[in-house]
């Protein structure tokens, strides 16, 4: 797509013009001798301005004179996000976009994309691990394992796939269900033991007797289309 | 009443504007700005640029010989030593493009692919083809102007020893082999990817070539054409040079656009 690598068969035509697109690679190799202000001149001299009325300087908490040599991972990651906002990308292509970054700025930066993609009407393209992020930028989802498709995920009907739930004391809450004759599945996360439910309607009567007994709910969470299909293509 | 002086820096600024503008109308601001800052990004790079001219320079002026004037055929022998002096610039300043061939574009040409910082470049918008041109045509330009101006400054200082035809056609073949010695360097440095390695090769090359004192030799054709001034085969070096040095150009374009990058 970006003219790097020649294609062993076939084209792909974008109908857009190159200087509309912008990448956001894995490892981003910025021009090191630059400080942060000078990043910020090139990229406007290449690009136009930024369009929205933000300062992503304070935003993204770089200073000026900072070399790009001296940058963090995260701060470098952030400079390398800076194109994305300036001029009007057709096309954005992003490869891991918040690694390295820390939760605050995370979050205000996906933000900050989002407000973008939508001001500029552009495309994306992003490879990501974080099921978070993919969600938040699309609404179609294509699933790839070893260059064939897996799984296609259309997350416009989120129609929801049970929930999981995590409690201080398991025993005293699967006996508390059983009472109340409620189905549960017993499952492993991330995080650790969990229960799976697929009546919430039914989960409360359970819940308040449980927490009656002095028991404690730590988290309960809705399993989406994705991470459904994700827990079926490991299993 | 207040009046506005114009002082030297808004004439600086207005002149950048301008040639930004020029830039933009050719579409070749981002292949600019990516050639800054891959190729000529420190003042040590800017500065190396002149290395030529700083050799040539300093060999002319450094020059120990002197004329022997207890012997006949004075008139002779001054305008051997002038000849001498001019061709003792010429050579000096080729070991310094030599020098900086080897540098920018068999070491760093290939350097940059090697590290991905082009294909960085190449993502953010820029053409390949523009960018390879622009470069050439900015590494031969700088070379070929500040060739000039030392040989006009040398040949003056030194009592105007060529006619002003000679000297066109001196100066028409140091250009030539200039053209030449570029096409060799990108055409090395595009057919082996290893930076140490095309560095190495093509600085071996043509210290070979001209360490070649063979005035009959194809390599001292080449490499020294600028000697071959008045001799019989002028233009046919002058002509042969220039294809030659196009060709490796071309070629090396060739290469060039079908290599993948990494980013």
Do not use: C
Request: proline content about 2%; overall charge neutral.
């Amino acid at each position: 797509m970006l003219g790097l690598i020649r294609p062993t068969s076939g084209t792909i035509e974008l109908g857009v013009n190159k200087s509309e697109i912008r990448v956001v690679p894995d490892f981003p190799i910025l021009p090191k001798h630059l400080n942060v202000d000078q990043w910020y001149d090139t990229l406007e001299d290449l690009y136009g301005p930024v369009k929205r009325n933000i300062d992503l300087q304070t935003i993204m908490r770089l200073n000026g004179r900072w070399k790009l040599k001296d940058l963090s991972a995260g701060q470098t990651r952030l400079a390398a996000l800076m194109p994305i906002f300036f001029g009007r990308p057709q096309l954005i292509i992003m490869d891991e976009p918040t690694n390295f970054l820390d939760v605050v700025i995370r979050e205000r930066i996906l933000n900050l994309i989002k407000e973008q993609l939508v001001q500029t009407k552009s495309k994306v393209i992003i490879a990501s691990h974080r099921t978070d992020e993919i969600e938040l930028f699309a609404s179609e989802i294509i699933l790839q394992s070893r260059g064939k498709i897996v799984g296609n995920v259309s997350l416009k009907h989120d129609a929801s796939l049970g929930y999981h739930v995590r409690v201080n004391d398991f025993d005293t809450f699967e006996k508390v269900l059983k009472k109340h004759n409620m189905p549960f599945e017993q499952t492993t996360t991330l995080m650790g033991k969990t229960l799976k439910i697929n009546d919430l309607g039914r989960l409360w009567g359970p819940l308040n007797d449980f927490t009656a007994k002095g028991g404690i709910l730590f988290n309960l969470s809705a399993i989406g289309t994705l991470q459904s299909h994700i827990g079926d293509l490991s299993s | 009443m207040s009046s506005e002086s114009l002082t030297l820096n808004d004439i600086l600024k207005a002149v950048e504007k301008k040639f930004v503008h020029y830039e933009k109308k050719l579409g070749i601001r981002t292949e600019k700005k990516a050639a800054e800052n891959l190729m000529f990004h420190t003042n040590a790079h800017m500065s190396m640029i002149l290395l030529p001219l700083y050799f040539g320079l300093i060999a002319y002026l450094f020059r120990g010989n002197a004329i022997n004037v207890d012997l006949g055929q004075f008139s002779l022998r001054l305008t051997t030593f002038q000849e001498n002096n001019l061709f003792t610039y010429a050579l000096f300043f080729k070991i310094g493009i030599l020098v900086i061939l080897t540098y920018y574009v068999t070491y760093h040409w290939t350097e940059i692919k090697r590290d991905n910082t082009y294909g960085y470049w190449l993502a953010s918008g820029v053409d390949r083809m523009k960018f390879f041109i622009y470069v050439i045509l900015g590494l031969l330009s700088n070379l070929i102007f500040s060739m000039i101006f030392g040989l006009i400054i040398v040949n003056s200082y030194n009592s105007q020893i060529f006619t002003l035809g000679e000297f066109v056609i001196v100066i028409a073949l140091i250009i030539s082999n200039m053209i030449f010695l570029t096409g060799l360097a990108f055409f090395v440095s595009e057919s082996i990817n290893h930076p140490e390695a095309s560095g190495f090769i093509f600085a071996l090359i043509s210290a070979i070539s001209i360490s070649n004192t063979n005035y009959d030799s194809i390599s001292n054709k080449l490499f020294l054409s600028e000697l071959h001034y008045n001799s019989a085969d002028t233009m046919l070096i002058l002509i042969f040079s220039n294809i030659i040095g196009i060709t490796l150009i071309l070629l090396s374009y060739f290469l060039h656009r079908r290599k993948d990058i990494n980013l």
